[in-house]
């Protein structure tokens, strides 16, 4: 059994269009579980068993449905999206697809609400053309994958009878120069930290800055501890036990052709870190575990002169095999306390999970590799890992399955920011990968 032809970008963009009206924003319950309920709904249309799991915050959407094969194939999304900002930073409204020059613009179309679309029209051809799925299908989709995923490990406890799979397929990742997606045989880990210092009870002149600590200084000298300028993350024991990639892994990061150009013009950059390029580039984005100052701020905000009562920063870190998070929060802690700033409270956000990784010789990531010759003329390329991080680890442990990953967007998608895009032909291709897979799978 082959699979179907390409879908036609009518029909798969008729349910995103459902789904783009639909607001997810993170953070949003009301949102969240209205997006769910929509997503219970298409799901149960084509079929699938459906559980809306309960948790603290949004439904955790749990659905699956056999096949003729006792092959399973999970699939992880993600229902939540950015919040839109400016509209006026728009071209179009952000909550209704709009169509321009083969390109489809909305929140959600490239990461989130695009990719799943894809997954959901691909089971669509598959039963409108034999009326069964040659392997059977299970979806976890989670409204939280933006602010760590801190209740899907609890919901994936729950419902681990509907979990058992042959491989878990996320849909995250960039392409290679000629347009191709990668195949990534896992993601990196993450967790989220805050940083606070203290200051007097309430703000005061600016003068006393002579007589007092600074809150927000305090904690911009304990910050220049954890990273400096050379962009050596200078906690003690951060890089221990870290590999780099072994001798099979780098001659396949030098045969990785990425569009630095590509990139660098639709972000708006000059250069990447130290001038980078090619395999070491390449090399540095999946390999390297990371430390990014997402947020500083101080109380009371505003730019009004004055000493402020208390100071805050967000770091998020990104880990690679050997690291776990609550390890390198206790580094942390020691390491700022052993360099003065053991007033410098370390305060771990919700969620959070461990890097995941597949070994590359693994038959079903040949299977996903393969699956994308018919539609890209060549089978897509392995990776170990790339620069992004999924719950992976999570569903690996809840299902007993290999884990890997094949992105949807470009580098221009602009998944985070204002008219987020993607190509109608793209999400299509995405769609046809999932047949081809589901098809050799079964």
């Known amino acids: ?24 924003t993170v953070g949003q319950p009301d949102e969240l579980s209205a997006t769910a309920g929509l997503l219970a709904a298409e799901l149960r249309g084509v079929g699938m068993e459906v559980r809306l799991a ?8 749990i659905a699956r449905r056999a096949g003729r094969s006792e092959r399973t194939l999970l699939l992880y999304h993600r229902y939540d999206c950015a919040p839109p900002g400016p509209w ?5 409204e952000p909550f209704q697809l709009a169509e321009r020059d083969d390109d489809l613009y909305g929140r959600g179309v490239a990461e989130g609400k695009g990719p ?20 059977g299908v299970a979806i976890v989709a989670e409204g939280e994958g933006l602010s760590g995923s801190p209740h899907l490990a609890a919901a994936l406890a729950a419902n681990a009878a509907l979990l058992r799979a042959d491989l878990c397929l996320g849909s995250a990742g960039g392409r290679d120069a000629a347009g191709a997606p990668f195949c990534y045989a ?8 805050r940083l606070s210092a203290a200051g007097p009870r309430y703000p005061l002149p600016p003068g006393l800055a002579s007589s007092l600590h600074n809150p927000l200084w305090r904690l911009v000298w304990a910050l220049g501890q954890i ?30 052709s990425l569009d630095e150009a590509g990139r660098l013009q639709a972000w708006g950059a000059r250069e990447f870190l130290f001038g980078m390029g090619g395999a070491a580039l390449v090399r540095a984005e999946v390999a390297l575990p990371t430390c990014n100052l997402s947020a500083l701020s101080c109380e009371p905000a505003g730019e009004l002169a004055l000493v402020p009562a208390r100071a805050t920063a967000v770091l998020d870190f990104q880990l690679v095999p050997r690291q776990e998070p609550a390890t ?7 390491h700022l306390a052993d360099r003065g700033f053991g007033d410098v409270v370390v305060e771990p956000l919700p969620g959070g999970y461990p890097p995941a990784r597949t070994a590359p010789d693994n038959p079903a990531l040949a299977a996903l590799c393969a699956a994308g010759a018919p539609i890209f003329g060549a089978p897509l390329q392995l990776l170990p890992a790339g620069p992004f991080a999924l719950p992976l680890q999570l569903l690996a442990d809840a299902s007993g399955a290999p884990v890997a990953s094949v992105g949807v967007g470009r580098s221009s998608s602009a998944a985070l920011g204002p008219d987020e895009h993607i190509a109608a032909a793209d999400l299509a291709q995405h769609a046809q990968l999932l047949g081809e897979l589901i098809c050799r799978l079964g």
């Open 227 to 256: 990273k400096g300028d050379d962009e050596d993350i200078r906690i003690p024991g951060f890089y221990e036990g870290v590999e780099g990639p072994s001798r099979e892994e780098n001659a396949r990061l030098r045969s990785v």
């Open 1 to 24: 059994m082959s699979a179907p032809p390409l879908p036609l970008p009518e029909k798969l963009t008729a349910l995103l269009r459902a789904l783009c009206a639909q607001p997810s």
């Open 88 to 92: 006026r930073a728009w071209s179009h």
């Open 116 to 135: 799943l679309a894809a997954h959901i029209q691909a089971i669509h051809g598959l039963l409108a053309g034999a009326g069964e799925l040659p392997c």
């Open 54 to 61: 309960p948790t603290a915050g949004p439904p955790v959407l």
């Open 328 to 334: 390198v929060i206790a580094l942390l802690r020691a």
């Open 186 to 193: 896992g993601s990196k880990g993450m967790f989220q930290v």
